[in-house]
């Protein structure tokens, strides 16, 4: 079984819709990312959460929000989609402080979304 | 700003071939350097993550090179396979592990 997994992982939506983005992660990371990749460019992070308690905007929040209700779970929610943030996201986790562990973030297979 | 640039940003080449990708950045005071694999609907595979203090990683084929001073890296794949075709991206991190992407090298490796 994958250690990070996405639901849904694609979904067609219209502008204005409430749109929740949900990661679930099995390794027991602390840490958990979200980011977006669109085509011809780069992942760029929306969301990041070192903890629970603990969350913190990246370098494209605007228009999104994020709930971190677990350890193990990381959610992201357009709460009024449009076009242009039709994108494919990535959730994503690191434990830079674990036994024998280095700085590598383990990234979900992705969830393509469709904003019409 | 940190930026980061791939070229080229697309590369066909008949198996069997040496090859390298380039990644430049902006911003020489970085953590580490990464590459990644990304395959269609598998999300992104972490191939090699280059230190600041060092200069190269190596794994099988793979060999990663680090010169901050310059702002560069390579990514040189040797004797190259059809499973090595995929799209290829390098990340610098600067601190609290926010990582900056490049926009990727999207590579075919044709039988």
């Known amino acids: 079984d994958a250690d990070v997994t996405q639901t849904p992982r694609n979904r067609i939506t219209k502008t204005g819709k409430r749109i929740m983005l949900e990661c679930s992660q099995t390794k027991g990371h602390d840490r958990m990312y979200w980011y977006r990749q669109d085509p011809g460019l780069g992942l760029r992070l929306i969301y990041y959460?070192?903890?629970?308690?603990?969350?913190n905007k990246g370098e494209i929040s605007d228009g999104y929000s994020v709930s971190r209700q677990a350890q193990a779970k990381f959610s992201l929610s357009l709460e009024s989609a449009i076009p242009n943030q039709t994108a494919l996201y990535f959730c994503?986790?690191?434990?830079?402080f674990g036994t024998g562990s280095t700085d590598t973030q383990y990234f979900g297979p992705g969830t393509r979304l469709t904003v019409l | 700003k940190q930026e980061v640039t791939q070229i080229p940003a697309a590369l066909s080449v008949p198996e069997g071939e040496n090859l390298v990708l380039n990644c430049s950045f902006t911003d020489s005071a970085i953590y580490n350097l990464q590459w990644f694999r990304q395959d269609p609907g598998k999300g992104l595979t972490s191939l090699l993550l280059?230190?600041?203090?060092?200069r190269e990683q190596t794994s099988g084929r793979l060999n990663a090179s680090l010169d901050k001073s310059s702002g560069r890296s390579t990514l040189y794949i040797a004797a190259s396979q059809p499973g090595d075709s995929a799209t290829y991206l390098c990340a610098v991190q600067k601190g609290a592990q926010k990582l900056v992407f490049g926009q990727g090298t999207r590579l075919t490796i044709n039988p």
């Open positions: 280059i230190q600041s203090s060092q």
């Open positions: 959460s070192f903890d629970v308690k603990d969350i």
């Open positions: 994503a986790t690191s434990d830079p």
